[in-house]
């Protein structure tokens, strides 16, 4: 069954505990707008569409199109939905200048034994375009509970890298 952006809207505000009054005080809009939104009568001005995925933490288009963003992007998680670190894995996507790809799967509680060893990866640091990576500071937000995209960056010469933990 698909849904409407109202019943999105509903849904969304329910789920960060918020009443039609918190979100329309939000939104510097009336209580009934709020209500004509999630009752299909009306749908928000094109220029509160931003500010109300911010609000109830979705994208615009998750907001408006009822599907999730691709990929995995950037989530925190809370402490009770934390995979157990010994299923996780750090994926290292490295994409030369000159087409070279390369793809290194590290288990997460590898990576962090190596760390708190002292120890360098090979795979790692034989990279130049790694080696810039606090890869510490990576371990700390993992353990934090961030999965997802955790680093994109392009060198001077093209390389690009991309970190990600699942």
Not at 86 to 114: F, Q, T, W
Not at 141 to 146: A, H, K, L, Q, T
Request: aromatic share 2%.
């Amino acid at each position: 069954m698909e849904t409407t952006i109202g019943s999105r809207i509903a849904l969304f505000r329910r789920q960060k505990g918020l009443k039609q009054d918190d979100l329309a005080q939000m939104l510097n809009v009336s209580p009934q707008a709020v209500s004509k939104w999630e009752n299909d009568q009306s749908c928000p001005d094109i220029s509160l569409i931003p500010e109300l995925a911010r609000i109830l933490g979705v994208t615009a288009d998750e907001l408006l199109s009822g599907k999730a963003a691709e990929g995995p992007g950037t989530r925190l998680l809370p402490e009770e939905k934390r995979g157990d670190v010994n299923d996780m894995l750090l994926r290292l996507i490295v994409e030369s200048s000159d087409g070279d790809r390369v793809k290194i799967n590290l288990p997460v509680a590898l990576v962090l034994e190596a760390i708190k060893a002292g120890a360098a990866l090979p795979q790692i640091s034989g990279n130049e375009t790694l080696k810039s990576i606090d890869f510490v500071r990576i371990a700390d937000m993992i353990s934090r509970g961030v999965v997802g995209d955790l680093l994109e960056v392009e060198s001077s010469d093209g390389d690009k890298v991309r970190i990600v933990v699942e």
